[in-house]
């Protein structure tokens, strides 16, 4: 029991949760600004995954070519990716008014499969998995004890916890385009009545949430991984999507909700390692399980947005 | 401007034609990819549609393909037509091959005709119970679907490799799978020392006694009214909310006889891959299939042609074997824009 | 010194929806400071007149001027340059968010959300107007009334000059009406120009300045409030030349049973926002009866209708059909009773995709069954068998969406007939129908009532109510207010009625 108390130990877990809640942070926030807007984009899963790959290969492409800020140019490759795949969606249910969740599924099937050939495409079938040099861990703290560890991380996770995180809960609360985004996913009608451009509005929202999910997808790749896997991705875009409802559709909730996996996460592992026998499976399963008591708790009042799954169409 | 949709059904003779648009669109769209690995389409198009369909073989290999996707395909179906949406047939296949394969490993030296039905109920069970949460929370407290059927796939998932490296854990194996099952809980062959076995012959049975219910019984003809209309159902007498949990639980139960019938039939171990994505799949049969009954089996037919054929053309070719998974994947958004074309006559209008 | 302009100035204007004519060639003066009410039954064209000149309606003819200039009005973007506010009937509010990002929402400029600012603005908008609303409340949590206040202070933030109320009061309760009114008539002293749209005659008396009325899309009339009396409005809003004209014919009419067969006893019900809409309903309907219900749409018809046809659960009071008690009772145990049903919307009662063989057969799925499977020759035999009988321009393969109106409704009225109800309950039978339909219906109605049915006929047509009535019970505010034989209900007597009037000889 000693070992789990020591410092060394809390410090490992603590800095292994942030690294963890990383991109479930990006994914989720993206996630929360779509919903906002009405649209439940079940293409998350799928638009992480490209966004990995993406990422990844234009990286290793680029550092083939000995360009020196190929990580960059693998970040901005994944954002363009997501950007992409967001166009698709709002073609699909923004412009097209079809059903959002098949539609979503559609988005995480074709991104999933269209990654997968590309990884074959650029990099054969070779045995050895390709890697790159990934982004260095920051280390601000330098060697001081205690937050000199827990805040050795990449620069994206500064970036997810410093940057995305208030920068959405700011775009949302106190902006003009977030007071017409959170109208249009509550009420489209009267967002159109009150001059507001519902479909453009609803297109920003998953451009700029698709931007995350990719941009959290190739953190694993770019930062903590430096390789792209098959499994990378792994169910985080459904973490992210029990994540929102969790988090009661609010990107600083979600952030705490992501820190609470990452947690449970990189303490199963620790324990994991450190010998103990216990089925991790039931650890992982609780964002989920949690979601749905949680929503079965509050039955009724869940407080969906108004327009959620429902496209718009002018009378 | 942008775009206009004008309430305006499309002829009758028009709406059998709408997947086979939708097929040649989306092999005009994946074309691309083909010209990406320097392949000829015409060539890949010929390894992908004509030659999986070309030798004994290959054709049964189509049949294997398919077995478990007129399953998930006929789950969706179900429940699609009901007025439930249930994206929860990868859990709930999952959970139907975790009971056969729980039932499975206590049947040794019980006979077949014991062992099987026991397999199928099981298994049958195993999927309802776990649409049953979802349903309830639908019918009962208004909550999606969608979300909850979904969530519900990755924690079948995790169960099942907290099985299989827990208590299920097959010790000489390297790889996490179960032992065994019982070989009187084997579904036979069909066809002597092929893949083809019972699961297709249940899978067949099964369409066809849901085109039955849907279309021949009082039951359908309400399933279906409740599905179009729930206000209108209620109105005519109908219990709306019965008649969705039933159309719930049987699409959760049709897709564990997919999961029985992977384990019973193909793997005869449980494994973490048993579903390979077969309940995701089974939405895009489900939609290519217009959501009618033969719709799904000839949809799930043509899925199956095209996962042999993206072996084929990848060993022919070497283009990638994922392109499969990307003609697919257009596929289902293909035919869902295009279904639009059903209901609307879309046009291009300036606004004023 | 010349008189200034008058706020607004509609001539000739005419709207036509396909061959209806909405608006014909109606006038509408609305001068400064004048708070003027537009008057008229349900479909004389008030709303119409209004939504075009908030540019939601393009007139097909006809020329506005707003303060005495010329004005082109082509959205309601337009009209709000031109200082016009209009709150409808169906509030454009966004409920999870504050009052102010509803007043601020889509008049914001810049990136930035400037909460405080706008808070100020608001609730000194709110003060300058008396318009009594908290600038941080959630829009949710506020009362139907204060929804409307906030939409007034939406219009008036945009510096609205004239403001236009379509129905206002429909949705407030009395005291919230004296709030309103008091509010309008600051407004109205402090220079702004309202439109009242309203049925409601003694309203009218007490706020406005001016009425003018609308009959059938034209123009009957419009004169100064204080030169006017109820009665007057009545007569102009009702205005038939021909009423009373007796068309049953008497000598077929059956007795009434003496027994009532459809008997209301204090039934209650809540509307779909659980605000109380039935008060106590007690009526009886007996066999060989038709008993029309009259009332402005919104008094409850909608919710009486729905507890009748087993959609919507009566919270108190007992409802029997022949001796049977069917208070709570579901839309299969009603019908089970003897009670066929007619309903308003008549899309929301049949399924659209199915065909017409199906739709006729659905309520009784189970007498089509045998050997577990539908006898599909039978449901079309049957089908066939009532298309013959009520004429319907349809076969029984054909989606009941490829269907006219009309013909939908056939389909409807032969689902209900062919089991000779003892009750029919039918709302709005010939809305939107052709002259042949109608016809059609109403003599079918007729034929039910001969029969023996006991028919209660929910109608917002007073022509019909008064065609094939033999008693008339009008409903206002979810209460019956009186009810009356066909021989003593002259329309006035009914519009001063359903405009909530007590039958008082006084008004009469």
């Known amino acids: ?315 | ?352 | 010194m010349t008189t200034p302009p008058p706020a607004v100035e509609m001539r000739g204007i005419t709207k036509r929806f396909g061959s209806l004519v909405a608006n014909d060639r109606v006038d509408f003066t609305l001068d400064r400071g004048q708070i003027h009410a537009l008057l008229g039954e349900n479909g004389a064209g008030k709303t119409t007149l209004m939504r075009i000149l908030y540019g939601l309606y393009h007139a097909d003819a006809g020329d506005i001027s707003v303060g005495g200039q010329s004005a082109v009005i082509r959205s309601p973007r337009d009209a709000i340059a031109l200082r016009i506010g209009m709150v409808t009937q169906h509030f454009a509010l966004v409920p999870p968010l504050t009052v102010t990002e509803n007043v601020v929402l889509g008049h914001n400029q810049g990136v930035r959300l400037k909460l405080e600012d706008a808070h100020r603005r608001v609730s000194e908008a709110a003060e300058r107007y008396g318009v009594d609303v908290q600038p941080r409340a959630l829009v949710k949590d506020l009362s139907v009334g204060e929804r409307q206040r906030v939409e007034i202070l939406k219009a008036l933030y945009r510096d609205a000059r004239v403001l236009i109320l379509d129905e206002p009061t429909a949705v407030l309760v009395p005291q919230e009406v004296e709030q309103l009114f008091d509010a309008l008539r600051r407004l109205r002293d402090d220079g702004l120009s309202v439109v009242f749209i309203s049925h409601k005659l003694r309203e009218v008396m007490s706020i406005t300045d001016r009425v003018t009325v609308l009959r059938g899309g034209q123009l009957a009339g419009s004169v100064q409030t204080s030169e006017t009396t109820p009665a007057e409005m009545a007569r102009m809003m009702v205005g038939r030349t021909t009423f009373g004209m007796p068309s049953l014919d008497e000598a077929s009419s059956t007795q009434p049973a003496a027994r009532a067969v459809l008997r209301l006893d204090g039934v209650t019900a809540v509307d779909n926002k659980g605000l109380p809409a039935l008060k106590g309903i007690t009526l009886d309907v007996y066999g060989g009866e038709i008993m029309g219900l009259a009332g402005v749409s919104g008094n409850g018809q909608s919710e009486l209708a729905q507890v009748l046809e087993g959609t919507r659960l009566c919270t108190t009071g007992t409802i029997t059909v022949a001796g049977q008690d069917v208070s709570g009772a579901d839309p299969d145990r009603i019908m089970k009773a003897g009670v066929g049903r007619i309903p308003e919307d008549r899309h929301a009662s049949v399924v659209p995709e199915m065909t017409v063989a199906q739709n006729m057969a659905l309520e009784h799925l189970g007498e089509y069954t045998s050997n577990g499977s539908l006898n599909r020759r039978q449901m079309r035999a049957h089908a066939e068998k009532l298309i013959a009988e009520y004429q319907i321009k349809a076969r029984p393969d054909d989606r009941i969406r490829t269907l006219s109106g009309g013909n939908m409704q056939k389909v409807i009225l032969a689902r209900v007939m062919e089991r000779n109800p003892k009750v029919i309950i039918v709302s709005q039978p010939t809305r939107g129908l052709d002259i042949g339909a109608t016809e059609y219906v109403r003599s079918r109605l007729l034929e039910q009532r001969q029969r023996g049915a006991a028919i209660l006929l929910i109608s917002e047509d007073l022509d019909e109510i008064l065609e094939l009535s033999d008693r008339v019970a009008v409903i206002y505010e979810g209460e019956i207010q009186g009810i009356l034989p066909r021989t003593e209900a002259d329309p006035e007597r009914l519009g001063l009625l359903m405009a909530g009037a007590k039958d008082s000889p006084q008004w009469a």
Not at chain 1, 58 to 72: N, R
Not at chain 2, 97 to 111: E, F, K, R, Y
Not at chain 2, 185 to 207: C, D, N, Q, T, V
């Open chain 1, 1 to 315: 029991m000693n070992d789990l108390l020591s410092t060394t130990f809390l410090v490992g877990l603590i800095a292994a949760t942030l690294r963890v809640a990383t991109p479930l942070v990006f994914g989720t926030v993206g996630e929360v600004i779509t919903e906002r807007a009405g649209i439940l984009n079940l293409g998350i899963e799928g638009i992480m995954f490209l966004g990995a790959f993406v990422g990844f290969a234009a990286a290793a492409k680029a550092e083939a070519a000995g360009m020196a800020g190929y990580l960059w140019i693998g970040l901005g490759a994944a954002t363009v990716s997501g950007l992409l795949m967001a166009l698709l969606m709002g073609l699909l249910t923004v412009t097209l008014g079809l059903n959002q969740h098949v539609s979503g599924l559609g988005i995480t099937l074709l991104a999933t499969a269209l990654s997968l050939f590309g990884f074959r495409l650029v990099f054969g079938e070779s045995s050895v998995l390709p890697s790159i040099d990934p982004f260095p861990q920051l280390t601000p703290f330098g060697d001081a004890p205690v937050i000199g560890p827990i805040f050795t991380q990449y620069l994206l996770t500064f970036v997810a916890f410093l940057v995305v995180v208030p920068v959405g809960w700011w775009l949302l609360y106190r902006t003009n385009f977030g007071l017409n985004l959170r109208s249009v996913g509550e009420n489209p009608e009267a967002a159109d009545a009150a001059g507001i451009n519902v479909f453009r509005t609803r297109y920003l929202a998953l451009a700029i949430g698709a931007a995350l999910m990719a941009s959290g997808g190739a953190f694993l790749s770019l930062a903590s991984l430096g390789a792209f896997s098959p499994g990378i991705i792994a169910g985080r875009g459904w973490v992210c999507i029990a994540l929102v409802i969790f988090a009661r559709w609010d990107p600083v909730r979600g952030m705490l909700g992501a820190l609470l996996f990452g947690g449970v996460f990189a303490l199963q592992l620790r324990l994991q390692t450190l010998g103990f026998a216990l089925p991790y499976e039931v650890l992982l399963a609780l964002p989920y399980l949690v979601t749905i008591a949680a929503l079965a708790i509050a039955g009724r009042n869940v407080a969906y947005p108004g327009a959620y799954l429902k496209p718009y169409r002018r009378e």
């Open chain 2, 1 to 352: 401007m942008g775009l206009k949709f004008e309430r305006n059904p499309a002829p009758v003779w028009f709406r059998p034609l709408i997947p086979l648009l939708a097929i040649v669109l989306t092999f005009a769209i994946t074309t691309t990819l083909v010209l990406l690995v320097n392949a000829n389409p015409l060539q890949a198009y010929y390894y992908f549609l004509v030659e999986p369909l070309s030798s004994r073989v290959s054709v049964i290999e189509v049949l294997v393909k398919s077995t478990p996707l007129l399953l998930t395909g006929a789950a969706v179906t179900f429940a699609f037509v009901g007025g439930f949406w249930n994206i929860g047939a990868e859990g709930q296949l999952l959970a139907g091959a975790t009971a056969a394969t729980a039932i499975g490993l206590q049947m040794d030296g019980v006979s077949p005709l014991i062992a099987l039905p026991l397999m199928i109920i099981g298994g049958f069970a195993a999927g309802m119970a776990w649409v049953l949460i979802p349903a309830l929370m639908r019918v009962k407290l208004a909550i999606d679907e969608v979300v909850t059927t979904l969530l519900l796939n990755s924690v079948a998932l995790l169960g099942v490799s907290a099985l299989l490296n827990g208590p299920w854990r097959d010790p000489v194996s390297q790889w996490p799978q179960s032992p065994e099952i019982a070989a009187s809980a084997m579904f036979p062959k069909l066809i002597p020392r092929s893949r083809l076995h019972l699961g297709f012959i249940l899978a067949i049975i099964i369409i066809v006694i849901m085109w039955f219910v849907l279309s021949r019984t009082a039951f359908g003809l309400r399933m279906r009214a409740v599905g179009m209309s729930p206000h209108a159902a209620r109105f005519a007498g109908i219990k709306v909310e019965q008649t969705l949990l039933i159309s719930a639980l049987v699409s959760g139960g049709i897709a564990g006889l997919a999961g029985v019938s992977e384990v019973a039939g193909i793997h005869f171990h449980l494994i973490d891959a048993i579903s390979g994505g077969n309940g995701y799949t089974g939405i895009i049969v489900a939609t290519l299939g217009g959501l009618n009954p033969w719709g799904a089996g000839l949809a799930a037919l043509f899925i199956g042609v095209i996962d042999t054929g993206s072996q084929s053309v990848s060993r022919a070719l070497g283009v990638p074997v994922y392109l499969g998974d990307v003609i697919l994947a257009t596929l289902l958004l293909v035919t869902l824009a295009m279904l639009l074309l059903q209901r609307y006559r879309i046009r291009w209008v300036r606004q004023p």
